[in-house]
Each structure stands twice: as structure tokens, then as C-alpha cells.
């Protein structure tokens, strides 16, 4: 058998991509967590900080808002590229194909990851439109170089979840109890501050907690060094690809050797 080319996996992680992308654009789901959740979450968040006389951390709250909403997509989206593919009965074909299924992963993380941004668009545009903030932002150039470094980790990231959620049928079950203590490790609904100090080794392992602060950072709605963050996010990075390698050669061994992946 002919030994897959560079051109040839960029090729399948291209069409991993627009298709994910695509079939996220009419899903429910989408809609929901990339429009209505997020203008929902800002109109909240924003609303307890300002009437709560601490209108300064206005842009902090809807930095916030924007990232539950990017989290909240990565992680049903990683979940749901799992399910989608058992019960449409192609999981056991893709790990049987030729082609590895984990740059099938990578290419649809990587669509979620890319996709989920809008949700950061449109808690500023309801920032700016419900209550009327002044939303510059202080590094421009910062701020985008953040944006795209927490893609990228959240893109490994939903390798790692993807890997998992291939051994079990139950991967709603995970994402529910996932997502709220996610918010709240990572400094998304409450400032880290508050949070007890036995938290902090978990939130400093999330790369929602880094894809906040260097986006606030680089707002000018934090202050500290924004480096260290980008530094947080490019080690985050390199260690969810090494989890998901080591995680996909289990999960693979396991598939073939057994042969009854469609009994979990």
C-alpha cells in the first residue's frame, strides 16, 4: 500500500474541515450556542457588573461571555463528531480505512475551533449595541495572535475529546457535567481570584483559562504580561497533540484488536 503523501493528508484534513463546517452552519446546536447563548450570557454577565457598580469590568465580562460560548462549542462539537459518525454507522469504516481517523479529528476540531469565534463577535456586538461600551482594544495585535493560539489549542484539545469519545456512548452524559465547572475553573463566570487557591493547579491546565486572560490582556481589561499567557498556550498546545497522539494508539489498538467498537 502506498504510503500516504503531505499532500494527501492536507487534502483529507481539507475536506474534514468544510465539512464539519458545513454541516455545523445548519445545525440547531450551532445556531444556539454561537448566537443566541452568547448574547444571552453577555446581556447577563455585563448587566451583574455594571448594575452592580463595577462598570470597568465591562469588556472583562464579555471577553467572558465570548469564551463560554467558544468552550461550550468545542465541547459539544468534539463530542458530536463522535456520535455523528456511530450512528451514521461510518466510526467503524474510518478506523478501518487507510486513512487515519485522527487527521479526520483534527480537520473537524480544527472546523469547531475556527467556527466557535463568532461567538466571541457577537458578545462584543451585543456589548456594544445593548449597553453601548466603548470596546477598543488596547493590542489589536496581541488580541488576534491570542485568538489564534487558543484555536490552535482548542483544536489539540478536541483531539484529546474526540479520542475519548470514541469508547463511549455516553459522551452528552460527560459534556454535561463538563461544562459548568469548566466555567468556573477558568475564570469565565467569576474572576480566578475568588475561586480558593486549591483550584488553581486545575484552572492553570485549561487552556480557557490562558485563552481568557490573554485576551483580556491584550483588551486592556487585565493587567499583566500577556507573554506568559502566550507562552501557557503554546505549552497547552504541544501537550493536548502529545495526549491525543498517545490517547488515538490506544483507542486504535484497542478498535482493531477487539473488533466490537460498536458496542460502546
Known amino acids: 500500500m502506498q504510503k500516504p503523501t503531505v499532500a494527501s493528508r492536507l487534502q483529507v484534513i481539507r475536506a474534514s474541515f468544510i465539512l464539519q463546517a458545513k ?25 451583574t457588573y455594571l448594575f452592580g457598580g463595577k462598570p470597568s469590568f465591562g469588556l472583562f465580562a464579555i471577553v467572558g461571555a465570548g469564551m463560554v460560548g467558544i468552550w461550550n462549542n468545542n465541547l459539544w462539537s468534539s463530542g458530536q463528531i463522535v456520535n455523528h459518525e456511530r ?62 493560539l487558543t484555536v490552535v489549542a482548542l483544536t489539540f484539545l478536541g483531539l484529546v475529546l474526540g479520542c475519548l469519545f ?6 452528552g ?4 457535567v463538563a461544562n459548568y465547572p469548566i466555567y468556573l475553573l477558568s475564570g469565565l463566570a467569576v474572576p480566578l481570584t475568588i475561586l480558593p487557591l486549591w483550584t488553581r493547579p486545575f484552572s492553570y491546565t485549561l487552556v480557557t483559562t490562558w485563552g481568557n486572560l490573554v485576551l483580556n490582556q491584550t483588551a486592556g481589561s487585565l493587567g499583566g504580561n500577556p507573554v506568559i499567557s502566550f507562552l501557557w498556550l503554546i505549552g497547552l498546545s504541544v501537550i493536548y497533540l502529545c495526549i491525543a497522539l498517545w490517547l488515538y494508539k490506544k483507542v486504535e489498538f484497542h478498535a482493531r484488536e477487539a473488533g466490537n467498537l460498536e458496542m460502546f
Open 87 to 148: 450512528n451514521s454507522g461510518t466510526l467503524s469504516l474510518l478506523i478501518a480505512s487507510p486513512t487515519s481517523m485522527l487527521l479526520i479529528l483534527f480537520g473537524k476540531s480544527l472546523a469547531n475551533a475556527v467556527t466557535s469565534v463568532i461567538a466571541l463577535g457577537m458578545t462584543f456586538a451585543t456589548g456594544a449595541i445593548v449597553y453601548h461600551l466603548s470596546l477598543g482594544i488596547s493590542n489589536p495585535l496581541g488580541f488576534f495572535f491570542g485568538l489564534l
Open 23 to 47: 454541516e455545523r452552519m445548519v445545525q440547531d446546536l450551532f445556531v444556539f450556542t454561537l448566537i443566541f447563548q452568547p448574547i444571552l450570557f453577555t446581556i447577563l454577565t455585563v448587566g
Open 173 to 176: 452524559y460527560v459534556m454535561n
Open 166 to 171: 470514541v469508547l463511549t456512548r455516553n459522551a
